[in-house]
C-alpha cells in the first residue's frame, strides 16, 4: 500500500519561505503524477501544484504560479513545493497525494487522488 508523508510545514513570517517535503513509500514514484493540494480556512480544497514523475510536465494554479514551484528527486522517492512570497492568506493544511493513470493538469483541477498524506499545517502569519 502507498504512504504519503508530509513535513516542513510550520509557522513563518509573511513575505517568508518554506520547502515542504512528501515522501512516497510503498511503491516506485515513477508510477504516479503527484499533487499538492490545500485547504484554506473555510474553504473547499483546492489543487496548487502537481507534477509527473516520468518527463517534466507540471501544472500551478494562479495563486501559486510565480511563487510556489515543485520539483521531484525520483532516487528519493520525494516530491518538493517550495515556496516563497508567502502570505496570511495562504495559511491552511497542505496536502500531498498521488494519482496513476492522469496529468498533472487533470489531478490539480478535477482528479480525485488513491492516496493522501495526512496533511501538514502551514500558518503565515506575524
Same mark, same amino acid.
Given at each position: 500500500?502507498?504512504?504519503?508523508?508530509?513535513?516542513?510545514?510550520?509557522?513563518?513570517?509573511?513575505?517568508?519561505?518554506?520547502?515542504?517535503?512528501?515522501?512516497?513509500?510503498?511503491?516506485?514514484?515513477?508510477?504516479?503524477v503527484i499533487g499538492w493540494f490545500?485547504?484554506?480556512?473555510?474553504? %473547499?480544497?483546492? *489543487? !496548487?501544484?502537481?507534477?509527473?514523475?516520468?518527463?517534466?510536465? +507540471?501544472?500551478?494554479?494562479?495563486?501559486?504560479? @510565480? #511563487?510556489?514551484?515543485?520539483?521531484?528527486?525520483?532516487?528519493?522517492?520525494?516530491?518538493?513545493?517550495?515556496?516563497?512570497?508567502?502570505?496570511? %492568506?495562504?495559511? *491552511? !493544511?497542505?496536502?500531498?497525494?498521488?494519482?496513476?493513470?492522469? +496529468?498533472?493538469?487533470?489531478?490539480?483541477?478535477? @482528479? #480525485?487522488?488513491?492516496?493522501?498524506?495526512?496533511?501538514?499545517?502551514?500558518?503565515?502569519?506575524?
Amino acid at each position: 500500500q502507498v504512504q504519503l508523508v508530509e513535513s516542513g510545514g510550520g509557522l513563518v513570517q509573511p513575505g517568508g519561505s518554506l520547502r515542504l517535503s512528501c515522501e512516497v513509500s510503498g511503491g516506485f514514484l515513477e508510477y504516479y503524477v503527484i499533487g499538492w493540494f490545500r485547504q484554506l480556512p473555510g474553504k %473547499e480544497r483546492e *489543487g !496548487v501544484s502537481c507534477i509527473s514523475t516520468k518527463d517534466e510536465s +507540471t501544472y500551478y494554479d494562479d495563486s501559486a504560479k @510565480g #511563487r510556489f514551484t515543485i520539483s521531484r528527486d525520483n532516487a528519493k522517492n520525494t516530491v518538493y513545493l517550495h515556496a516563497e512570497s508567502l502570505q496570511p %492568506e495562504d495559511t *491552511g !493544511v497542505y496536502y500531498c497525494a498521488a494519482e496513476g493513470l492522469t +496529468t498533472p493538469r487533470a489531478l490539480c483541477i478535477a @482528479g #480525485r487522488p488513491i492516496y493522501w498524506g495526512q496533511g501538514i499545517q502551514v500558518t503565515v502569519s506575524s
